[in-house]
């Protein structure tokens, strides 16, 4: 059981370049979302997915875009990098929406750095 | 606006003693609150809840406390170990909405042996 895996770990992009950041779970949830945290912030939503077929925009969702063709997958586009999109990535995911109840697994992160 | 703060970026404590990490909030319509462990190169792990309906939640040799008041909220690490050295987030949630937790900036514990 692999839990949450994303790749690549690091990537450099240059301005205006595209690139997808990857994200799987293997515990079979139906909720999965995509974080940023950078210095001095918390980490802050993009967009998330309750399930396959289904996502919605989070609290910074301006240049990137998701989409949700299984239940395991959940990969994060960026289609024109910024260099204000230099950040730490983290993909979750949870057997359910509320977060009193059900306990949301983390990735271990893709660290991007668009120059 | 940070909804949910961690005013103190570092805290360092001697192995055994009590580590007592704060956390602000402003948002009265936060009734749920949520501590993550994050160690370097790892996603954030859940490590302890609270409801505002309580006060106190204990886990071990972890504790938080809530003062609704005064919208506060403390970690205690007792004792303290090495290997809960880890950046510690702050986190919070209203009723409804998928997943709808604010975070807070963090603090770096270092608890030297």
Redesign the interface.
């Known amino acids: 059981n692999a839990g949450?895996t994303q790749t690549p770990k690091f990537q450099v992009l240059k301005t205006g370049q595209s690139m997808t950041l990857q994200c799987a779970q293997d515990m079979n949830h139906e909720?999965m979302?995509w974080y940023r945290q950078d210095p001095?912030?918390?980490?802050?939503?993009i967009h998330?997915s309750?399930g396959a077929g289904i996502t919605?925009q989070g609290e910074v969702p301006n240049g990137y875009n998701v989409s949700r063709s299984t239940t395991e997958d959940f990969p994060l586009r960026l289609l024109s990098a910024a260099p204000s999109q230099t950040s730490v990535y983290?993909c979750?995911s949870?057997w359910g929406?509320?977060?009193?109840v059900?306990?949301?697994?983390?990735?271990?992160?893709t660290r991007l750095l668009v120059l | 606006d940070q909804q949910v703060k961690q005013n103190s970026p570092s805290l360092s404590v001697q192995e055994g003693r009590i580590s007592i990490l704060n956390c602000d909030y402003t948002n009265s319509m936060f009734d749920y609150f949520l501590w993550y462990k994050k160690y370097p190169a790892e996603g954030p792990t859940f490590l302890i809840s609270i409801s505002s309906i309580k006060d106190k939640n204990e886990d071990g040799r972890f504790t938080v406390f809530l003062n609704k008041s005064a919208k506060h909220l403390s970690l205690h690490i007792v004792p303290s170990q090495p290997g809960d050295s880890a950046v510690y987030f702050c986190a919070a949630t209203r009723s409804g909405g998928y997943q709808k937790v604010t975070f807070g900036t963090g603090t770096k514990l270092q608890v030297i042996p």
Do not use: C, H, I
């Open positions: 949450v909720y979302s001095g912030m918390g980490l802050r939503l998330y309750v919605d983290f979750a949870s929406a509320d977060p009193r059900e306990t949301q697994y983390f990735g271990p992160g």
